[in-house]
């Protein structure tokens, strides 16, 4: 059984930073195709950044490129996003997601497995 659990999310002021963690259970993350998406009230989910699984190296989103690191510990079996200079339009629900294959994908309904969410909250 494929599961995902997301931690770390809280309030932070506007430039502050937070590390999201996913942890995998039931597969392998180095063999899967895992992204993190985003979905804030009244809009749709977005994708942040996706993780290759052959190398681990990751693609971002307009908005969170050159803010938010994605990257994964195999022997943890763990995906984390690292968020700093975060935004009050980053506040949302976040949501790690896997499928098995090998193609990556910024396309939501793509993803069959997922995390219930963590919430993120950038305000003063």
């Known amino acids: 059984q494929e599961q995902l659990a997301e931690s770390g999310g809280g309030s932070v002021q506007p430039g502050g930073s937070l590390r999201l963690s996913c942890v995998a259970s039931?597969?392998?993350?180095?063999?899967?195709?895992s992204s993190w998406f985003r979905q804030a009230p009244g809009k749709e989910r977005e994708p942040v950044g996706c993780?290759?699984?052959?190398?681990?190296?990751?693609s971002y989103a307009d908005s969170s490129k050159g803010r938010f690191t994605a990257f994964r510990d195999n022997a943890k079996n763990t995906m984390y996003l690292q968020m700093n200079g975060l935004k009050p339009e980053d506040t949302a629900v976040y949501y790690c997601a896997s499928r098995p294959f090998l193609q990556e994908s910024r396309i939501a309904r793509e993803y069959d497995y997922w995390g219930r969410g963590t919430q993120v909250t950038v305000s003063l």
């Open positions: 993780l290759s699984n052959s190398d681990g190296t990751a």
């Open positions: 039931g597969f392998a993350l180095d063999l899967y195709t």
